[in-house]
C-alpha cells in the first residue's frame, strides 16, 4: 500500500480526496497546514506528496524545496489554483514532479498519482546506488554492477531489486510486492516469490535481504 501525505487547507476537498484515494487502497496521511505537513515529513517517509500552495503556515513551495533539500526524493503533484506560467516555473523549480489544477477530476488526479508511482528513482543526485562493497546499481541505466560488470537480471527480480532500493530499510509487506511484481493479468504466487528472493540474494548477498516473519522482507545496503 502506498503512502501518500495530503496537504490541502480546505476541508470539504481534503476529506473528498482522501477518502477517494483510500477508496483507491492509499494509505492517506492528510493535513490542513504547511508546518503540520513539514511535522509529518520529519516523522515518516511517504510514496507520495500532493500538496496544495496557498496553505497556512510554510507554504506548499517553500516546504517543498526545504524538504528536497533535506533529503526528501518522494515524487510530488502541486494541487493548486495557481494557473500562470510563472506559478508553474516556481512549482518545478522547487522540485515538484507534476502539477493539478483546481477544480479537478478525481479519476485525473488518480491517473496522474499512478503515473508518478510507477517510475524508478526521484529527485537522486547519485547515478550509482551503492549496495556493499563493489556492487552497485545505476539508476539511469538499470543495471547491476559487480566489479563494474553489468549482471543480467530476470524481469521480476530486477522489479524487486528497484523496489528494495526505493525503500531500504523498510519493511515491505508481501501484498505490495505483490502489486509492484506482477501485473494486473498475471497470478502472483508466493512461491515464486521465495525463488526470486534466492536469486538476488545469491547475486547481493543474503543478509541484505531479511525476511520479517508474517510481514515482509526488508533490505539494507553496506554502510
Known amino acids: 500500500m502506498s503512502k501518500i501525505l495530503l496537504l490541502e487547507d480546505d476541508a470539504n476537498l481534503n476529506d473528498t480526496v482522501t477518502e477517494f484515494l483510500e477508496d483507491q487502497g492509499y494509505d492517506v496521511v492528510s493535513v490542513y497546514d504547511g508546518d503540520e505537513a513539514q511535522e509529518k515529513l520529519y516523522e515518516s517517509r511517504y510514496d507520495l ?93 538499470n543495471e547491476l554492477l559487480i566489479n563494474g560488470e553489468d ?6 527480480e530486477s522489479r524487486l531489486l528497484k523496489l528494495f532500493l526505493k525503500h531500504e530499510g523498510e519493511v515491505i509487506a508481501h501484498e505490495r510486492i505483490y502489486e509492484n511484481l506482477w501485473d494486473y493479468d498475471e497470478e502472483p504466487s508466493d512461491t515464486a516469490l521465495r525463488t526470486y528472493i534466492k536469486n538476488l540474494r545469491k547475486i547481493i548477498g543474503k543478509e541484505r535481504i531479511v525476511s520479517i516473519k508474517k510481514q515482509g522482507y526488508k533490505f539494507s545496503t553496506q554502510k
Open 49 to 141: 506528496l500532493l500538496l496544495d500552495i496557498n496553505v497556512p503556515g510554510i507554504d506548499g513551495l517553500k516546504l517543498l524545496k526545504e524538504s528536497r533539500e533535506g533529503g526528501v526524493v518522494a515524487p510530488a503533484i502541486f494541487i493548486t489554483s495557481m494557473d500562470t506560467v510563472d506559478d508553474l516555473e516556481k512549482g518545478f523549480n522547487s522540485g515538484c514532479d507534476d502539477y493539478i489544477r483546481k477544480p479537478f477530476a478525481l479519476k485525473e488526479l488518480h491517473i496522474r498519482i499512478e503515473t508518478l508511482l510507477k517510475r524508478d528513482f526521484f529527485h537522486n543526485s547519485k547515478e550509482l546506488m551503492q549496495i556493499a562493497e563493489g556492487i552497485s546499481y545505476d539508476i539511469k541505466s
Open 151 to 156: 549482471i543480467s537480471l530476470g524481469n521480476k
